[in-house]
């Protein structure tokens, strides 16, 4: 079964820099495209970024645009997303999923569990 | 507010269908295929429907999904108590160059 480990979260101020990291298993990481959604507490699924299979092809949402970085290895399985300037509406919990294919149009398949992110003074 | 844009809420009793409806514009639904996800209380959001009307392996067929113009729904027939989840849309968006949910139902299995 696939396997996607998100960790990285936690509680910073305003301002504050984190990067989150997405460890895949059991499957075959390079072929798909990568993507992170958010969930800030209690609140719907929001869309963050996604990347292509081999890390050349990358997308951001508006509310994250030149503040957040998404990357992959995948030499070693993992996914990233480095966020900067963070500030009180990016706290939510991030998840990382699978694309259902190689491309960024084809959706989101297997989702990890989650890692918090919380910014506040 | 939401790109694609959905009701709240949604009810019925065990045994009966429910839609849950998605409405968006030329730039997503319209251009694009819409996937459907499930997430249970305190859970990770999971793919039931994907290029409009496709299941996964192990979504059973109670769920169905379709799409028409620049709407999209999801029926689940024979509704069992343990379908009470948030259901959310989701569809590339041409114009936004990113991916857009809908803001979410919440069904209540009475």
């Known amino acids: 079964e696939v396997q996607l480990l998100e960790s990285g979260g936690g509680l910073l101020q305003p301002g504050g820099s984190l990067t989150l990291s997405c460890v895949a298993s059991?499957?075959?990481?390079?072929?798909?495209?990568m993507t992170w959604v958010r969930q800030a507490p209690g609140k719907g699924l929001e869309w963050v970024s996604i990347i292509n299979n081999g890390g050349g092809v990358t997308y951001y949402a508006d509310s994250v645009k030149g503040r957040f970085t998404i990357s992959r290895d995948n030499s070693k399985n993992t996914l990233y997303l480095q966020m900067n300037s963070l500030r009180a509406e990016d706290t939510a919990v991030y998840y990382c999923?699978?694309?259902?294919?190689?491309?960024?149009?084809?959706?989101?398949?297997?989702w990890g569990q989650g890692t918090l992110v919380t910014v506040s003074s | 507010q939401s790109v694609l844009t959905q009701s709240p809420s949604a009810s019925a009793t065990p045994g009966q269908r429910v839609t849950i409806s998605c409405s968006g514009s030329s730039s997503n639904i319209g251009s694009n295929t819409v996937n459907w996800y499930q997430q249970l209380p305190g859970t990770a959001p999971k793919l039931l429907i994907y290029s409009n009307n496709q299941r996964p392996s192990g979504v059973p067929d109670r769920f169905s999904g379709s799409e028409s113009g620049t709407s999209a729904s999801l029926a689940i027939s024979g509704l069992q108590s343990e379908d009470e989840a948030d259901y959310y849309c989701?569809?590339?968006?041409?114009?936004?160059?990113?991916?857009?949910f809908g803001g979410g139902t919440k069904l209540t299995v009475l």
């Open positions: 999923a699978t694309g259902v294919s190689s491309s960024v149009r084809s959706g989101f398949d297997y």
């Open positions: 989701a569809a590339w968006d041409d114009s936004l160059n990113g991916w857009v």
């Open positions: 059991t499957f075959t990481f390079r072929n798909y495209a």
